[in-house]
């Protein structure tokens, strides 16, 4: 996969999503559906896959907090990286998502090619694009979190 195909499959995703969230009224959540189509075009679910509705199978998303754990137990799919790492697997175009757990709802988002200074966290952190609160495109992930997240790398597949 290119660069510029890498960046038009995220960006297609995230206008989808970014649309979604900025006109909803409602107190629904929008990283995890966005994660949940990404992780769909890398051949992954992270959805409910029990879910039905009108008896037909639906791929619900996970939550934020359930996509996280899913990923630290899914060793076969998933591994988690360091900082740099994650900065590194990115830049090759790997599937790489940020995530953190909290109390009621927690946050998800896919890193992007490149890194920024983190003025904040006082070192290097990676570029992601973020579906909730502020939907931005390629931002520094230190934008989108209090606390430094966790990074899991897709591993096994390749796009």
């Known amino acids: 996969m290119t660069k510029k195909k890498f960046y038009e499959i995220q960006r297609l995703m ?5 649309i979604f969230s900025r006109n909803d009224k409602t107190d629904a959540t929008f990283c995890n559906c966005y994660i949940a189509d990404v992780c769909l075009y890398w051949k992954y679910y992270a959805t409910n896959r029990n879910r039905k509705e009108m008896g037909v199978p639906v791929h619900w998303p996970l939550k934020a907090n359930a996509m996280h754990k899913l990923f630290k137990k899914d060793k076969k799919n998933w591994r988690k990286v360091d900082t740099a790492e994650a900065i590194e697997k990115a830049g090759k175009l790997n599937l790489v998502i940020a995530a953190q757990t909290k109390v ?3 946050h998800v988002c896919v890193l992007m090619p490149g ?12 570029l992601s694009s973020n579906i ?6 390629n931002m520094a992930v230190s934008f989108f979190f209090r ?11 390749e796009c």
């Open 14 to 18: 995230w206008q989808k999503w970014e």
């Open 104 to 106: 009621g709802h927690g």
């Open 115 to 126: 890194q920024a200074k983190s003025g904040k966290w006082k070192k290097p952190v990676p």
């Open 132 to 137: 909730e609160g502020k939907n931005m495109w």
């Open 147 to 157: 606390e430094e997240p966790e990074y899991f790398v897709r591993i096994n597949y």
